[in-house]
């Protein structure tokens, strides 16, 4: 079984101050990787996904993951936050199967609030 | 738009009674999904169709019924509610893409 760790429950920073929200994963097989986040009631949104290729993958929003495959680790960072970025932040992992429900399995998620 | 409509979007329940969430999508996906979202716990599986006609069980069954009623339409039943089963109810889909779309939620409280 595949399981999540998101290490920080909730992480504080400043307007247009660099952040990272960390994630680590734990499976005996390789797994597919998301970042999702949530903002204040409502449904979560897909930010970016790792399947395969280049370890560095991009949202259109200005955050980045890189998977590092030797430290199990899928860490979410953006270079200058905004007010707007204030939401909860969930990383998940789902097994690569094709043909049958991909079931996703989450971690308890971090609060990012960006301070003014 | 295109995507995951849940109803309803706010519910309150005494323990015991029954009640029926719905869940319908407009995307053609195949694999359709309950979470329950508590604090500081994330977001958990109850059940999941991974097509027209199939269901089963995920992380946390107990106490809950699933119905595939078409491609389109999964709903969640809840027979006998109790206070544990206070919590955010997510539908969600997904296709061949491995991207999840989220309804909006239903945010059901038993007292």
């Known amino acids: 079984a595949q399981s999540v760790t998101q290490l920080d429950s909730q992480v504080p920073v400043f307007e247009e101050a660099p952040v990272e929200l960390r994630c680590n994963y734990s499976s005996s097989v390789s797994v597919y990787l998301f970042w999702y986040v949530q903002y204040p009631n409502q449904g979560l949104q897909l930010l970016l996904k790792y399947l395969s290729g280049s370890t560095l993958v991009e949202s259109i929003n200005g955050f980045e993951a890189e998977f590092n495959k030797s430290q199990t680790s899928f860490h979410l960072r953006k270079p200058s936050v905004h007010i707007s970025d204030t939401a909860e932040y969930f990383c998940a992992v789902s097994l690569p199967y094709s043909g049958s429900a991909r079931q996703l399995t989450f971690g308890s998620g971090t609060q990012l609030t960006v301070l003014p | 738009n295109a995507g995951v409509t849940q109803t309803p979007k706010f519910q309150v329940l005494k323990t015991g009674q029954s009640m029926t969430l719905q869940c319908a999508q407009d995307m053609n996906h195949n694999s359709m999904y309950w979470y329950r979202q508590d604090p500081g716990m994330g977001l958990r599986l109850i059940y999941y169709s991974a097509s027209e006609g199939t269901t089963d069980k995920g992380e946390v069954p107990n106490g809950y019924n699933v119905s595939r009623l078409n491609k389109r339409e999964f709903s969640l039943r809840l027979e006998s509610a109790a206070p544990s089963q206070t919590s955010v109810y997510f539908c969600?889909?997904?296709?061949?893409?491995?991207?999840?779309?989220f309804g909006s939620g239903t945010r059901l409280t038993v007292v």
């Open positions: 969600a889909s997904s296709g061949t893409d491995y991207g999840y779309t």
